[in-house]
């Protein structure tokens, strides 16, 4: 489901770690009242989220995380927003800050997870381990907000199991939404020493399209709205599956598992989708429909009024 946020970057400020995967304490910075006016105006869409990104949140001085909320704050009493959301670590929430937060139009709060496994989050310095996430989203729960979690896959010391595994855990967390970034090797990171030693090999773009598209295919079984797959950008890019269209990559791969779960002699079927799901269904440059004709299933896409991921399979 797409999910509209004005995003506003917080330079790493608050954040005490320096995971193996991240370089943002080279980031400086203050986010002024003016950046967030300029960022709303470029919005133009009095439903989107005002949400903080990028450090975390929680855990920077308290009179600044306050004044940049009372600023979005008031761009929501004029209609120009719809809610406030934001990211932070599992130990930057405690009853001290939601109490705090309980004064602002606070949708969600996302958790930087990123595991659930604790042997990883060790490895890749994390500073919290799994039952840290566990109390924060319960303490979430309780002051009454909206819970999003964020993980990874493919980090150091991690293997497809402890990935799906780490999915497990966060279904069973019950959040609101989720995000799933699969970890990239960027500069000035322990992960790039690590990978220039031999000591860390990240996923091939098909490794980590197939390992979130069956996390993905997890989270939609138990109606969790997934609101992201794959990084923005990337910079200072040395190694890993990055790919702008990761996303639609992954959607793509799920719908293809839904049709070849459907087809059983070979022959020449028709496949019924969403309208806006035609292009996941057929894939980058026709792969999928490459990939079933190769199999001796000749198929043709046909646009339906279905919900989304939903597919007809019917032989001709």
Known sequence: MKHANISIFVPHRGCKMRCTFCNQNAI???????????????????????????GSFTLIEKDYMLRLLDCAKEHMQKGRASAIRFSTRPDGINDEILTLLKNYPISVIELGCQSMDDEVLLANRRGHNAECVKDACAKIREYGFGLGLQMMTGLYKSTPQKDIFTASEIIALKPDCVRIYPTVVIKN???AALYEKGEYIPQTLDEAVDLAARIYE????????????G????????????????GEMVQSKIMLNRVLSQLTNKGDY????????????????????????????????????????CVQVIRV
């Open 28 to 54: 400086t910075g203050v986010v002024s009242k003016s950046d967030i006016e300029k960022s709303v105006s470029r919005s133009n869409d009095p439903n989107a989220e005002i949400a903080f990104f990028g």
């Open 270 to 309: 028709e496949i019924y989708v969403a309208e806006n799901f035609i292009s996941k269904m057929v894939g980058q440059r026709r792969l999928n429909i490459e990939i079933l004709q190769n199999l001796g299933y000749n198929c043709t896409v046909y646009k339906k009024d279905l919900p989304p991921f």
């Open 189 to 191: 990171t322990e992960l």
């Open 231 to 246: 990084l923005h950008t990337v910079e200072d890019f040395i190694a890993g599956p990055f790919h702008p269209a990761f």
């Open 218 to 229: 997890m989270f939609l079984q138990k109606g969790i709205n997934v609101i992201r797959v």
